[in-house]
């Protein structure tokens, strides 16, 4: 099924949850649901306390790499639309990073494909994040209980 409602942007600049909230509702009568994850900057990483988070992407790639996770999530689940946000550059702790909001009929449709297309994005999608600490700046490596996330929706992660 073809989500038709859908946009992604990877952006530098803060965004405002209830306004993207509300583009993405409007104009559907048919949305009875609507299940939305704010991701925002901790300000502490494996003990260490994180000044600045630094990411970067390959721009084109990255937006059709998400796209890709939506046409996937649309054929999992039955959803009217996906508005992703992702930013990157230098952020603060507690700056908005991500935002995932997804509209169906019904709650449940809603609240998994807005699991699954995190868990998607925190593996798959081309970002990378540079954490600087009081130790000095460092790569941020993929998790292995983010690997496992997607492992249940019997997705293979493909990192090291």
Same mark, same amino acid.
């Given at each position: 099924m073809a989500v038709e409602r859908r946009s992604v942007t990877i952006q530098t600049g803060p965004f405002d949850l209830g306004a993207e909230v509300a583009a993405l509702r409007a104009g559907d009568a048919g949305v009875g649901a609507v299940c939305?994850? %704010?991701?925002?900057?901790? $300000?502490?990483? $494996?003990?260490d306390a994180v000044a600045t988070l *630094? %990411? *970067?992407h390959y721009p084109g790639m990255t937006e059709r790499a998400i796209d890709a996770m939506i046409d996937e999530a649309a054929r999992r689940f039955d959803i009217r639309g996906v508005r992703i946000i992702h930013r990157v550059g230098a952020l603060q702790p507690q700056d908005p990073i991500v935002l995932v909001a997804v509209t169906s009929a019904h709650r449940g449709e809603a609240f998994q494909a807005c699991e699954f297309l995190m868990d998607y994005l925190k593996t798959q999608a081309p970002f990378w994040k540079k954490e600087h600490t009081p130790q000095g700046a460092r790569?941020?490596?993929a998790r292995v209980s983010d690997d496992a996330a997607l492992a249940r929706w019997g997705i293979e992660a493909k990192n090291a």
């Open positions: 939305a994850f %704010l991701g925002t900057v901790r $300000d502490v990483n $494996d003990g *630094e %990411l *970067e790569w941020v490596d």
